[in-house]
């Protein structure tokens, strides 16, 4: 990719942000005020209740880099992925010790056993899981909604308070709103030459689950404004997405783009998956909108059928004009690596090439990595002429 | 009576007679085709240095190689060992380390000086003696040179705790950067994945003062001295680390001939 | 069948399980339930050779599948862990099942069981399947095995959504996916569903539990009357065979000589010294040794919670469908590694081990089944707390090359040394 560096006050903001990451200003002055922060562990944890209970949400992630995880590697054994294992590290170290309530799902095992020995080991007031089942039927989505009926109520009797439809719909359109500028923020990057690139914008995904929604959208607001205006482009030799287990490190996206790759989408919870699908309050209840997306979302591996999943990347593929796509598991992403035999074959059917690297949660994509990535960018090269 | 132990590990044998007093005479040997040969050959050294020559003194031997030994019948296993040895040296001893060639195992040690509870390094070799030696080959110095550079290094280059393979291949990529990596942070990214590795061991099992290091390992400084700094307090390191199992063997092993006697 | 070699991995089966069962009937004091559980063996298998014959369909399905309801439907059912647990430990033939899993790109940190099974399906060694059938509850390999199998096998597939807790709706909901599979098995097997055969089944379900749960108290004896292969044969006649009849001849049979071996103060091992209980399951192929190296330190499996403490309660046999339901929440394995770690799975533990005087646990820690050995650190410290010391194995349970025979008996009888001291 032909980069210089980004000039972008905006975006700067949003990298002090991730820099401070857990202990940002904005938790302290919160913190400060009295009020409350709750960490959640998944995408199918429906933030906007816990908004709308006048509490911020961060999303709980690990060390951004490759670390060593003693306490970790005790606790939840060495055959748990390095995600749950960083985020537990992080967490028994004391590095989230401001947050006043822990929320999972059952998503996958490596998650749910974070949450348990999370609230067995680290001290915390509220914690809760809801059961997310693995399907999209009505049945599917009644045992759902249930679960988020009952997550809700839950809450309203720690707090001691009553989460109104006022406040659900407010949240929705908050939560809605940066959404939709995520949105436009990629939609930018379906041109040929983008004033934004993947590690940037990886940066700004990073800081939108680390911060209050409502300061997050303006500063994004003002960010697209600057993009819009930018004279920066980036530009690689080939158009490639990033897909497979939960990864927020922009460094590993840097050491691609370095290569001369450009990233212009991917398939992460943590970034295209978090904000792809908005809440549609449409003739529902705003509890069971919330509940329907959450569901219905851009789904993570753990979901069955698959084909949902394969059919979207294949759609963003074509969106995106995708030449190649990276795939990266981490060791003991059981679903992930699971459906990697599939989904090489779904891609081989439409002619994209994939490279499916091992990694750990944090990885700055140096040494092996690197050296792969090289030898596919090259082929890939080799394939246009 | 004096009694002897003898501790026969992957790739070396060490053997020590114990007097009333304390190890009055020690041998070593590397392993070969031959192990009876072998391990009788230690024997005799020990009895050498301890100015014995009389043969028929009760033996008892631990390690990984010890089953495969025909003429010595008593045997204990290498824990139960390494708890009675190291109380012998050090009765404060809670938490014992021991680092061998090819495994690295961590011992909890109870008031009487008995095996309380242990863990064994998991199924991988980036924690061991051997993966250190086979680094420093890696990048053409001495395990010595390695271990200085290791405490030199003013930062440390990032080294995969995971896995030896992943870890190789990172190490030669820091060989060959472009500007390489200096040699000094290379060693200490070695040294810290593999004592990060052992501290996470060390972590499963509990870590309970005072914590002692033993095998092979243990002579190594560098290792030491970076453990040392993670830990935040010293490690006892007995004098001649490598005969501890071998120590608690004899002393197992007189143990027995007093019962048998009473 | 679609080759010649497809039968013969089942054919070997059958053969080997009976050439065990006459072993052990000639065997002067040996149990005659272990030869009925030869038996039971040997019909399973024999029951999936000839499903084709008797125009019976084929399900293969995943552990803890509620195949109550394939039996009453007159389907076949295929276990498929077990088929590549006993091609371990009857065949040794698992290293080139799991290298062909390799080959079709499952990683190896997927569970081997679950790649040993698709290099199964891949290989074409044992029948195809004519329906592959899966669920969430254990884990996420099961989970996600599924569709794999389906593409590799051609066959159709359902997959069984089980809900993680048991709040409100979530019973309810299993229900609804248990009608679902029906239907979906009808229209496969253009059969209906047999209710009251469903009825006779749950029935004969409850007949089943309850020998369970006596065998249970009667393995609290000391001496202790099962050995360390006991429990594994105990649990299997679940998985093959629930609420049939060779499952209750198979349990009463050994309920009776437990009853009898306690009368007379017969132990398992002829001196008792350590009571143990194991956690999870040990390398099945290295069971032999393991029974050996028990028997010769007088060392007794008492009691394996995570496997063997049902939860209480019955099952309406005039309400089939939710009593199948009903069933998944009651059975150990649910209790032990489903749900949240802070329901009835440490509790479970710390009782067990009082209850059956147990000297210490052993935790097998299988490497390819992350959330079990999450909870390792949560059990031992419940359990040293109750002055149980534990000791954890990390292992595979059917890959011969994570450890060998010498590694995991110089762990054990550094325990038996350490419990020896106390």
């Known amino acids: 990719m032909n980069t210089k560096s980004t000039c972008l006050p905006t975006f700067e903001r949003f990298r002090a942000v991730n820099k401070a990451f857990p202990k940002t200003q904005e938790i302290s002055e919160i913190k400060q005020r009295g009020e409350k922060v709750f960490g959640w562990l998944c995408t199918y944890v429906p933030e906007e209740i816990i908004h709308a209970a006048g509490i911020l949400p961060v999303r709980i992630t690990g060390y951004p880099r490759e670390m060593e995880l003693e306490d970790a590697n005790a606790y939840l054994y060495i055959n748990n992925c390095s995600f749950s294992r960083s985020c537990f590290q992080m967490g028994i170290s004391g590095e989230y010790d401001y947050l006043d309530g822990v929320v999972a799902g059952s998503t996958c095992d490596g998650a749910r056993r974070l949450f348990d020995l999370w609230r067995h080991y680290i001290d915390i007031p509220y914690s809760h899981i809801l059961t997310v089942p693995r399907k999209f039927t009505s049945r599917a989505h009644s ?28 949240s929705i359109q908050v939560y809605n709103e940066a959404r939709g500028k995520l949105k436009k923020l990629y939609e930018l990057r379906k041109a040929d030459k983008t004033p934004i690139s993947g590690s940037e914008t990886m940066e700004v995904l990073n800081a939108s689950f680390r911060m209050t929604k409502e300061s997050f959208n303006k500063h994004l607001d003002i960010l697209l404004d600057e993009l819009s205006r930018s004279r920066e482009k980036h530009h690689g030799e080939a158009r490639l997405m990033v897909m497979g287990s939960v990864m927020n490190n922009p460094e590993f996206i840097k050491s691609i783009e370095d290569l001369g790759g450009l990233v212009v989408t991917d398939e992460l919870c943590t970034s ?47 969106e995106y004009r995708v030449d190649g796509v990276i795939s990266q598991i981490i060791r003991y992403c059981v679903p992930y690596a699971h459906d990697l035999p599939l989904i090489t074959q779904r891609l081989q059917e439409i002619g994209i090439p994939i490279l499916s690297l091992d990694v750990e949660y944090g990885t700055s994509g140096s040494g092996q990595v690197r050296t792969r990535v090289q030898a596919f960018l090259e082929m890939l090269e080799a394939r246009k002429r | 009576m004096q009694t002897i132990g003898i501790d026969i590990g992957s790739l070396n044998i060490k053997a020590v007679v114990l007097g009333s007093e304390g190890i009055i005479g020690s041998g070593a040997e590397v392993i070969g085709d031959d192990i009876d040969e072998r391990a009788s ?30 003429n010595i019948s008593q045997r204990k296993t290498l824990a139960s060992c390494l708890a009675r040895g190291i109380h012998f040296l050090n009765p404060e001893v809670r938490t014992l380390v021991d680092m061998g060639a090819e495994s690295t195992t961590v011992i909890r040690i109870n ?76 060693a200490a990214g070695i040294y810290h994945s593999v004592a990060s590795r052992t501290i996470s061991l060390m972590k499963r ?19 030491v001295t970076i453990m040392q700094r993670e830990l935040g307090f010293d490690l006892i390191k007995p004098e001649y680390p490598q005969q501890v199992a071998a120590l608690g063997a004899a002393i197992i092993a007189r143990e027995k001939l007093h019962k048998d006697l009473t | 069948m679609s080759s010649a070699g497809t039968s013969t991995k089942i054919e070997t089966f059958i053969q080997t399980a009976n050439l065990l069962s006459r072993m052990n009937r000639s065997q002067p004091g040996a149990r005659e339930s272990r030869t009925l559980y030869y038996r039971m063996l040997a019909d399973y298998y024999n029951n999936i050779h000839r499903a084709r014959q ?118 309810d909901y299993l229900i609804g996916e248990l009608k679902e599979m029906v239907t979906f098995l009808e229209e496969v097997s253009g059969k209906k569903m047999n209710w009251e055969k469903l009825s006779e089944i749950i029935e004969r379900t409850n007949k089943e539990i309850d020998l369970y749960r006596e065998i249970n108290e009667l393995r609290k004896a000391v001496p202790s009357p099962m050995n360390i292969s006991g429990y594994l044969e105990l649990i299997s006649a679940d998985y093959l065979f629930p609420g049939q009849v060779q499952a209750i001849e198979y349990l009463t049979k050994l309920r009776d000589e437990l009853k009898s071996s306690i009368l007379n103060k017969e132990g398992a091992v002829t001196n008792e010294r350590f009571r143990l209980m194991n956690l999870f399951i040990p390398p099945l192929h290295l069971l032999g040794s393991l029974v050996n190296i028990f028997d010769e330190q ?125």
Not at chain 1, 149 to 167: N, V
Request: proline share 6%; net charge negative.
């Open chain 2, 111 to 186: 008031q009487k000086g008995k095996l309380a509870d242990w863990v064994n390094q998991d199924k991988c070799a980036s924690g061991t003696g051997l993966f250190l030696q086979q680094m420093a080959k890696l990048m053409g110095v001495s395990l010595e040179d390695l271990s200085c550079y290791a405490i030199q290094a003013k930062s440390k280059a990032d080294i995969s705790s995971t896995c030896a393979v992943f870890a190789e291949s990172e190490v030669i990529s820091h060989v060959h950067r472009n500007p390489p990596t200096p040699k000094e942070d290379i």
């Open chain 1, 272 to 318: 295209t998956r978090y904000w792809s699908d908005p809440v549609v309050v449409d003739g529902v209840e705003p509890l069971e909108a919330i509940s329907k997306r959450y569901l219905n979302n851009y789904p993570c591996a753990r979901m069955v059928p698959s084909e949902e999943r394969f059919d979207r990347i294949k759609k963003m593929i074509r």
């Open chain 2, 41 to 70: 050959a230690a024997i005799k050294k020990a009895l050498n240095q301890a100015g014995l020559d009389e043969d028929g003194l009760p033996v008892l031997a631990t390690g990984a190689g010890s089953k495969l030994v025909a």
């Open chain 3, 54 to 171: 008797e125009g019976k369909l084929i399900a293969a399905h995943t552990v803890f599948f509620p195949t109550e309801v394939l039996y009453a439907m007159d389907i076949v059912p295929m276990h498929m862990e077990t088929t590549t647990w006993l091609s371990a430990f009857l065949l040794k033939e698992q290293s080139e099942l799991l290298a062909k899993g390799s080959e079709l790109g499952l990683a190896p940190e997927i569970c081997s069981p679950h790649r040993g099974v698709a290099g199964m399906f891949a290989l074409q060694e044992i029948p195809k399947p004519d329906v592959i059938l899966w669920s969430n509850l254990i884990c996420d390999n099961t989970a996600k095995s599924g569709e794999l199998l389906m593409e590799l096998t051609g066959s159709p597939g359902y997959f069984l959504d089980n809900p993680f807790q048991d709040s409100p709706g979530e019973l």
């Open chain 2, 205 to 223: 099992l509990g870590i309970t003062q005072d914590v002692a290091i033993t095998g092979g390992v243990a002579l190594n400084g560098g290792l």
């Open chain 1, 143 to 170: 045992l759902y909604y249930d679960q988020v009926k009952l997550f809700k109520s839950s809450l309203e009797q720690y707090l001691e308070t009553h989460i109104d439809d006022a406040k659900l719909l407010n």
């Open chain 3, 298 to 422: 007088g060392a007794v499996s008492v009691a394996e919670p995570m496997f063997t403490r049902w939860s209480d309660g019955k099952l309406d046999p005039s309400k089939p469908l939710r009593s199948v339901a009903q069933k998944s929440f009651l059975i150990p394995e649910r209790r032990s590694m489903y749900g949240p770690l802070k329901g009835p799975a440490i509790p479970d533990i710390v009782e067990s081990a009082e209850q059956y005087q147990v000297d210490g646990a052993i935790y097998w820690a299988f490497m390819g089944c992350r959330h079990t050995c999450a909870a390792i650190k949560v059990i031992k410290e419940a359990l040293n707390e109750i002055d149980v010391p534990m000791l954890t194995i990390d292992c595979d349970i059917i890959d011969p090359t994570v450890n060998s025979e010498d590694e995991v008996r110089e762990q054990l009888m550094q325990f038996f040394e350490m419990l020896e001291d106390r």
